[in-house]
C-alpha cells in the first residue's frame, strides 16, 4: 500500500502564499502522475494541478500564473506553491498519486487525507 501524507495548509490573507506538501511512503515501485485536487463546501472535489514524472504540468485555468506544482522524485514529494491566493481558493486540498507497488502490477490512485486552506481577511 502507499500512503500520501499532506502538510502546509492554513488560514492565509488575501493575496498570501502557501506552500502544500505531500510526501508517499509505503511499498512503492514507481510513481506516475502526481497531483493535487480541491473540493470546497458544498461543490465538487476538482483538479488544481497534476504532474508527469517527467515533470510535464497541467492547471486548471482557475489557478493558472498563481499555482506552481513540482515534485521530488527522489524523495516521492509533490508540492504545490500557490500565490496571490484568493478567498475561492478555500477548500480541502487532497494530494492524489498513481503508483505501482510492483513492476508487475498497474497503477492504482491513492488519496491523502486533505488539509485545509482558508483565506480570508
Known amino acids: 500500500q502507499v500512503q500520501l501524507v499532506e502538510s502546509g495548509g492554513g488560514l492565509v490573507q488575501p493575496g498570501g502564499s502557501l506552500r502544500l506538501s505531500c510526501a508517499a511512503s509505503?511499498?512503492?515501485?514507481?510513481?506516475?502522475?502526481m497531483g493535487w485536487y480541491r473540493q470546497a463546501p458544498g461543490k465538487e472535489r476538482e483538479l488544481v494541478a497534476d504532474?508527469?514524472?517527467?515533470?510535464?504540468?497541467n492547471y486548471a485555468d482557475s489557478v493558472k500564473g498563481r499555482f506552481t506544482i513540482s515534485r521530488d522524485n527522489a524523495e516521492n514529494t509533490v508540492y504545490l506553491q500557490m500565490n496571490s491566493l484568493k478567498p475561492e481558493d478555500t477548500a480541502v486540498y487532497y494530494c492524489?498519486?498513481?503508483?505501482?507497488?510492483?513492476?508487475?502490477?498497474?497503477?492504482?490512485?491513492?488519496w491523502g487525507k486533505g488539509t485545509l486552506v482558508s483565506v480570508s481577511s
Open positions: 504532474i508527469t514524472s517527467s515533470r510535464s504540468t
Open positions: 509505503g511499498t512503492i515501485f514507481r510513481i506516475n502522475a
Open positions: 492524489n498519486a498513481n503508483a505501482q507497488t510492483s513492476r508487475w502490477r498497474h497503477g492504482m490512485d491513492y
